[in-house]
């Protein structure tokens, strides 16, 4: 098994990062929390449409650029680095599981932002007869999205069109990922995947977050690195005091092995080999381990710095929380393997 990066996924690296360098830059992102107009999103989601980011799962016959989850990951992974917003994931999923010829050209052309939302406790959502209607009290991206997909239990449904919609903000821990209250009724909402295909979507869904997350941890040890060479304390800069060197060791094992394991269960998943649900969850339970523990680093490395708005520590520290609650936390994981290991197998399909 090569888990080398080829040729053309240091390509798809190279033209991804200077696509968010030039299109969503951190310092732009940071403009539209106060005025959501800072960022042309659809412009940018039409330009990304065209380069093919959104296809890269999907097969040429089917419109998309024919490649695999393999390249989808580097794609997330680029995502995450640079705190990008909008609906990649629901998008991405979207153009893979589709069948309807011209809803799939849609998204994948950039014309369907398509939104992502898992239906948890507090959401309350009824689907009768092709029609869906309800409520959802956290969904990401929701004023960019012409569409959504809907994870709800063992099923997948599309909803092309959220006919009579209401959105309203919500309170966000994640300022670069807002979430909004969305209500909808009589919208019609159509099953794309049920059984053993939901599981393999979900799984999909899974490692691409992973593989964000991975970007994440990825640019906290770039982040702490860079500022403890300027940084100075004693004449000296601070990344020469071995506490600091520690901490920063420590981060990048941690960012090395975030990566192994998400690489390991998206090679395992590509290939639909038996262990891949185990391979999943181990890279879901180490992301967020990783992820949390670099961000808190992060910012102690940055000292009095790491706690202020100018500093990007803090948007970090949000993404990473957002991440570990999504598609199942690391104690649920944890649950998963111990079941397993335990001779439960089943267990891993909930």
């Known amino acids: 098994m090569d888990l080398m990066p080829s040729e053309d996924q240091n390509a798809i690296q190279s033209t991804v990062r200077a696509f968010l360098a030039s299109e969503l830059p951190l310092d732009r992102v940071r403009k539209s929390f106060d005025s959501p107009t800072a960022i042309d999103l659809a412009s940018i989601w039409r330009r990304a449409g065209e380069l093919g980011f959104l296809g890269l799962g999907v097969a040429a016959a089917k419109g998309g650029t024919g490649f695999a989850l393999t390249e989808e990951m580097v794609l997330f992974n680029e995502l995450g680095r640079a705190l990008a917003p909008g609906p990649w994931l629901g998008s991405v999923i979207a153009a893979r599981c589709l069948e309807d010829e011209a809803s799939r050209a849609a998204v994948l052309s950039g014309e369907v932002p398509c939104a992502l939302a898992d239906v948890g406790a507090d959401d309350r959502v009824e689907i009768r007869g092709g029609v869906a209607s309800g409520a959802l009290v956290r969904v990401s991206d929701a004023p960019l999205a012409r569409a959504l997909l809907l994870r709800s239990g063992d099923r997948w449904h599309y909803i092309p069109r959220l006919g009579e919609w209401r959105i309203e903000a919500a309170r966000s821990l994640d300022l670069t990922r807002p ?19 939901a599981a393999d979507l979900t799984r999909v869904a ?21 500022y403890c060479k300027v940084r100075t304390q004693f004449d000296r800069p601070i990344g020469a005091f071995q506490a600091i060197k520690h901490r920063c060791a420590d981060m990048a094992v941690r960012a090395e092995m975030a990566r192994a394991a998400t690489i390991y269960a998206t090679v395992h998943a590509r290939d639909g080999d038996a262990d891949a649900e185990q391979q999943v969850a181990m890279a879901k339970l180490l992301c967020g381990e990783a992820y949390l523990q670099n961000v808190a680093d992060n910012i102690q490395n940055h000292g009095g710095m790491g706690f202020t708005w100018e500093c990007d520590a803090h948007l970090y520290l949000r993404r990473a929380h957002g991440f570990d609650l999504a598609f199942g936390s690391r104690r649920l994981q944890l649950d998963r393997l111990v079941a397993e290991l335990r001779g439960a197998p089943q267990a891993m399909s909930r």
């Open 179 to 197: 979430v909004y209250r969305l209500s909808f009724d009589g919208a019609e909402c159509i099953e794309v995947a049920s059984g053993a295909a």
């Open 206 to 226: 899974t490692i691409l977050c992973c593989a964000e997350a991975v970007g994440g941890i990825e640019k906290t040890v770039e982040m702490s690195v860079e």
